[in-house]
C-alpha cells in the first residue's frame, strides 16, 4: 500500500504565489501548459490525470464547476488562480469576452496589405479573401496541367486499351455511365481465371448439373 497523498489544499497552495498589488492575482509557479495557463495536481487518489490549475482552484474553494460552462478571468491573467478572479460562463461569452485582447481580432488588413472587411471564417479563423483568390489563380491551371499530364487522354478519347486491343465496334462494351472496358481482355481474364481454378470450376459444375437432375 503505497503512502497516502497529503492534503490536496495544502499541495495546492504551496504552488501558489498570492500578489501584493492591488489585483490580488493569485500565480500559479508551477508548471504551464502551451498556451499559458498552469497545469494542476490531479484531486483524485490513484488518478495521474492532471488539471488545469484554475479549475482546480475553483473546485477546492467554490465546490463543482457547472455543466457546459468554462472559467472564464476577470483579471486576464492566465496563471491567475485567485477564484474571486474566475467566473463560469458559456464558451459563446468566454470567447466573446477574450476577443478584444486578441491581437488577430483587431488586425484590418492581412499581411500582404488587403483590407479584412471580406474575410471569411475557416476553423474559427479569419482568412484574406483577396490572397486566397490569388491562389487560387496562380495554382489552379498548374494543376490541372500537371494532372492533365499525369492522367493523359480521357478514356472516352482512346482508341486502344492499355494491352493494344481496338476500342471500337465489337471489341468494347459500355461500363457504367460513360466508361468502356475491353472485351478481348475481359475474356483473357476471364479464360486465365478458368485455368487458374479448372479443378474448382469442373467440381462446381458437376454439382450444378446434379442438381438440375
Not at 7 to 25: H, I, N, Q, T
Not at 137 to 145: L, R
Not at 150 to 161: A, F, Y
Amino acid at each position: 500500500m503505497g503512502r497516502p497523498k497529503s492534503d490536496p489544499m495544502k499541495r495546492f497552495l504551496a504552488k501558489v504565489e498570492k500578489s501584493s498589488d492591488l489585483a490580488g492575482c493569485w500565480l500559479w509557479i508551477d508548471k504551464l501548459d502551451p498556451c499559458g495557463y498552469g497545469r494542476g495536481m490531479s484531486l483524485r487518489v490513484g488518478v495521474k490525470h492532471h488539471q488545469l490549475a484554475h479549475r482546480i482552484a475553483w473546485i477546492l474553494f467554490k465546490g463543482p464547476i457547472p455543466s457546459k460552462t468554462e472559467l472564464d478571468h476577470l483579471c486576464r491573467v492566465k496563471r491567475c488562480v485567485n477564484p474571486d478572479h474566475l467566473e463560469p460562463v458559456t464558451r459563446k461569452v468566454n470567447a466573446e469576452r477574450a476577443a478584444p485582447f486578441n491581437p488577430n481580432k483587431l488586425k484590418t488588413e492581412c499581411k500582404r496589405g488587403h483590407p479584412l472587411d471580406d474575410a471569411y471564417r475557416h476553423n474559427g479563423r479569419r482568412h484574406c479573401r483577396t490572397c486566397a483568390k490569388e491562389r487560387h489563380d496562380v495554382y489552379n491551371p498548374i494543376y490541372y496541367a500537371l494532372n492533365n499530364d499525369w492522367r493523359g487522354p480521357r478514356n472516352s478519347e482512346k482508341t486502344h486499351c492499355p494491352h493494344g486491343h481496338p476500342l471500337d465496334g465489337e471489341y468494347a462494351r459500355p461500363s457504367g455511365k460513360t466508361g468502356r472496358y475491353c472485351k478481348t481482355c475481359a475474356r483473357a481474364r476471364r479464360l486465365a481465371y478458368y485455368e487458374a481454378n479448372r479443378a474448382k470450376c469442373l467440381e462446381s459444375m458437376r454439382a450444378y448439373k446434379a442438381n438440375l437432375v
